[in-house]
């Protein structure tokens, strides 16, 4: 039996216990997956049991940074987006990583593949937090270089591109929109437009290029008002739940080593999501 979970606090809404029980069903494989909600106080002592009784686990907020200080080694997806999202034990060792940027790449690449045969594509990052790391990290391995930052606070956005050796351009949310129309794919990865605020959109946008891509991490709701704005504007769409979709799927790979086709689940999980979308209430 492999036993596996998701430690955070709150973690009642997660809906990583569902998309891990279809994964166990499709593997063959024998496992769980269950919620372990942890107080802040009973952090450092509830780990040590988990660890001891699972074969590896997600992390969610607020312990993404706190569980560094409970493992042996990272990875480098988790060294270089300061985050650990995914822990697993291998021989005696606890290793951390993160799946969220390579997550976001595969569900992109299955969606748009193009995307990944023309590395000379512009791309638009809105956010320069834990996510928005992860994610260029990852496009930067799959070869995309020409990746520009906006963010509120353009301090955190520089640190960014620093950190990478990147020679993003950055600009002030404000700035920003008069060069939206160079952009192929333009990514919002701040968590600005989900609920209970999914009447907020993080900026209107001008006018797009032609055959650009917009990309929304928030998956509650499925279509964020940033999402909308951006189809009434001609753009094609990529949605924030096939990243939660593939980030779990690499979890599942890391803990498994089974590779699975998440086809059938993607419709079902977009089903689910929509039941709660503002949009169709
Ligand atoms: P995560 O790990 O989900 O990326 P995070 O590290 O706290 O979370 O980063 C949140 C991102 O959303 C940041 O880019 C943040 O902007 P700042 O760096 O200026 O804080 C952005 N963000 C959150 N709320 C926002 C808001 N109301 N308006 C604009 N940006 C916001």
């Known amino acids: 039996m492999i036993f596996t979970g ?21 593997s063959g494989l024998k496992g769980n997956y269950q919620l372990f909600d942890i107080s802040p106080k009973d952090f450092h002592a509830s780990i040590d049991i988990l660890k001891e009784d699972l074969i590896g686990f997600n992390v969610t907020l607020p312990y993404k940074q706190k569980i560094i200080s409970k493992i042996d080694e990272l990875d480098q997806s988790a060294e270089k987006s300061g985050a650990v999202n995914t822990v697993v034990k291998r021989g005696n060792r606890w290793i951390g990583y993160n799946t969220d940027g390579i997550g976001y790449v595969r569900s992109l690449e299955k969606e748009y593949p ?22 260029f ?30 020679n993003s351009k950055i600009y002030s949310l404000q700035d920003v929109l008069g060069q939206i129309p160079q952009y192929d794919l333009i990514i919002q990865t701040t968590s600005v437009g989900m609920d209970p605020n999914h009447e907020e959109k993080i900026f209107s946008l001008p006018p797009l290029r032609e055959g650009v891509i917009v990309s929304d991490i928030v998956y509650r709701p499925l279509n964020t008002k940033f999402l909308l704005e951006a189809k009434r504007k001609g753009a094609n769409l990529h949605k924030g739940h096939t990243m939660l979709l593939y980030q779990a799927l690499y979890a599942f790979e890391i803990w498994t080593g089974k590779k699975l086709m998440v086809e059938g689940i993607e419709k079902e999980l977009k089903t689910k999501l929509k039941g709660n979308d503002y949009v169709n209430r």
């Open 6 to 26: 998701l430690v955070g606090h709150p973690v009642k809404h997660s809906l990583s216990p569902w998309i891990h029980g279809h994964f166990f069903k499709k």
């Open 114 to 135: 193009e995307v990944f045969s023309n590395q000379d594509i512009n791309v638009l990052m809105i956010g320069a937090g834990g996510a928005a790391r992860g994610i």
């Open 137 to 166: 990290y990852a496009l930067l391995q799959n070869g995309i270089q020409n990746i520009d930052l906006t963010n509120r606070s353009l301090e955190r956005a520089e640190q960014l591109a620093q950190d990478f050796s990147s």
